[in-house]
């Protein structure tokens, strides 16, 4: 598939990231072919976030192109849908689920809604469906379990029917079951409505037989492949030029050894 | 702003007669009760309405140290010889932007918020102690002064509560998202950082009409206690906001009708009403939870 193809949803040319004059990674190619899944991988504070700000136009470019679902980066684009990092929700925090929900179609325009109510609640019951919430949807959010909130987040971003969901660490804060159920949901969701992931993760194996690329960002560079040649200690060797070690236990796990002594970056 | 009448006479204890419609002609009698209602109606709804964004929010310290920042603006006002209200406002609408614009990365700097307000009020101290006759305005603007509430007070609290109102409404539903999930909201083309000062600005006038009605070291009992309960009882946004604000009407128009019978002050019954109610809330919460651990 060329860099041009317009069935790619993410192409990146010389792309360089950074805040102010101090680039985070620079020189990165890729594209990421539409109805795929991607998860980015790297050390802390290597830039995996700043990747997903980039695309969302929370942040510019320091150089190079961008180009997402074929336009310029810019906030508030309808056709991505985003679920940021972060830990739970506070457990005071008094509004349903539901309603949380019903923000990702209208909750960026000004006023009280007036009309539309119906379309709305369909919306929003349709994308609590997909996730399967219904039996907490009308519960008090900050009152569910992480499992819980990360599928009315997941509802939230697949509200406005996007064509590119962008995830920053949606497992991190959950148990390897609860971990293993989101990935299947997140990869049935999209095979359903041919959607293009990118998600940020800590750890490639609960997602291993889901992932059709993995995008590696460390030591200030991007590496994009199959996971099974990108993860491999001959090519992070190669690619980072430092001996990296990829180790694989009896139950068949990876782990990457090598790439975590990263100047950390607050921004991560 | 306001024509002082000592409170003591203004309330003059007066017994009810025990016969409701009796009673109610009573009250509404005097001038400075009809006067009363009306700005504390204006008020309560105002201060019940925006209170449920500080508790979603968790600026409910934040709302405290405006009132505290205003005390300094509304005495250092008298002291120039100007309104009161043009100090509270000015004071309460500057420290509101800069708390707004500081946004998130004020979150959790309790000690920075009163190391601030704590300086606010010794500067109140000291402009009050530059004007003589301070006593009974310091009261007034610590403590309250509905009873001696004019016309033209109502009608500017009446003009003030409108504004704060249709601002309210019309930043509702981002604001709503913003204060669940401001990066969400960011992420979907929500201006959070101008929101979250147009918040403060907002929060900055209810709490300045709210300091006649309880005065500033009891802006609390109106802003921040309504909302608090009302969240207990509604996790759907418009009934948690309704209920917010029949909580926040019904202390203030029994405060004031207690008041009027009795030798005491209004903030007391407010005040009295509110925590009253809260404890009422809490206890009958955690009665319910114990029952259902022993089923």
Do not use: C
Not at chain 1, 154 to 172: C, I, N
Not at chain 2, 24 to 40: C, I, K, P, R, S
Not at chain 2, 44 to 73: D, N
Not at chain 2, 127 to 145: D, K, P, V
């Amino acid at each position: 598939m060329s860099v041009n193809d317009p069935a790619n949803a993410i192409v990146a040319r010389g792309l360089a990231a950074g805040y102010g004059s101090h680039a985070i990674w620079s020189d990165a190619n890729f594209s990421i072919p539409g109805g795929s899944f991607t998860a980015v991988l790297g050390p802390n504070g290597a830039g995996k976030s700043t990747l997903i700000r980039l695309i969302l136009g929370l942040l510019h470019p320091i150089a190079g192109t961008l180009d997402v679902l074929g336009e310029a980066p810019r906030r508030g684009n309808p056709r991505i849908g985003y679920v940021p990092q972060g830990s739970a929700f506070d457990p005071e925090l008094s509004i349903r689920g539901r309603d949380f929900v019903g923000l990702g179609v209208d909750g960026h325009r000004w006023g009280v809604r007036l009309s539309g109510r119906a379309q709305i609640a369909a919306a929003t019951d349709a994308a609590i469906r997909a996730v399967s919430a219904e039996a907490y949807a009308n519960r008090q959010l900050g009152r569910l379990s992480g499992g819980e909130q990360q599928r009315l987040l997941l509802a939230q971003a697949l509200v406005g029917q996007p064509s590119l969901l962008l995830m920053d660490e949606p497992l991190s804060h959950l148990d390897v079951r609860n971990q293993g159920a989101i990935v299947q949901l997140i990869s049935e969701v999209a095979r359903k409505r041919n959607l293009t992931v990118m998600l940020i993760a800590h750890d490639v194996n609960p997602l291993l037989s889901h992932i059709d690329h993995v995008l590696y960002i460390a030591q200030g560079k991007l590496a994009m492949g199959k996971p099974a040649d990108i993860i491999t200690s001959e090519s992070l060797s190669e690619i980072y030029s430092s001996p990296v070690e990829v180790l694989r236990d009896r139950l068949g796990r990876l782990f990457v050894v090598g790439l975590e002594e990263e100047v950390s970056h607050p921004h991560g | 702003m306001v024509e002082l009448i000592p409170i003591a006479t203004a309330a003059a204890p007066t017994d009810p007669s025990w016969n409701p419609l009796d009673d109610l002609a009573l009250l509404f009698h005097y001038e400075f009760m009809v006067h009363a209602f009306e700005a504390g109606t204006v008020v309560a709804i105002v201060a019940g309405a925006i209170g449920y964004f500080v508790v979603l929010r968790g600026s409910a310290f934040a709302a405290h140290a405006l009132s505290h920042i205003g005390f300094a603006g509304a005495t250092g006002a008298v002291v120039l010889a100007l309104s009161p209200i043009v100090g509270l406002l000015a004071f309460t609408l500057g420290a509101g932007v800069a708390i707004g614009a500081l946004g998130n990365r004020l979150r959790g700097r309790d000690v920075t918020i009163g190391i601030v307000l704590s300086w606010a009020l010794g500067l109140g101290v000291l402009f009050i102690s530059l004007y003589r006759g301070y006593s009974t305005e310091a009261y007034a603007l610590l403590f309250g002064q509905i009873l001696g509430i004019t016309s033209s007070d109502v009608v500017a609290t009446m003009a003030a509560g409108l504004i704060t109102m249709v601002a309210l409404v019309a930043v509702y539903r981002p604001l709503l998202f913003s204060s669940v999930d401001e990066d969400v909201a960011g992420a979907k083309g929500v201006p959070v950082t101008v929101l979250s000062i147009a918040f403060m600005a907002i929060l900055a006038v209810a709490v300045s009409e709210a300091v006649q009605v309880v005065g500033v070291l009891l802006i609390f009992a109106l802003i921040v206690t309504p909302a608090a309960i009302a969240v207990r009882f509604s996790s759907r946004p418009p009934v948690a906001i309704a209920i917010g604000i029949l909580l926040a009407l019904a202390f203030t128009w029994f405060g004031l009708a207690i008041a009027f019978f009795s030798p005491h002050p209004v903030s007391f019954f407010i005040t009295t009403l509110a925590f009253a109610t809260y404890l009422l809330v809490r206890l009958a919460e955690a009665l319910r939870s114990r029952q259902r651990v022993r089923v």
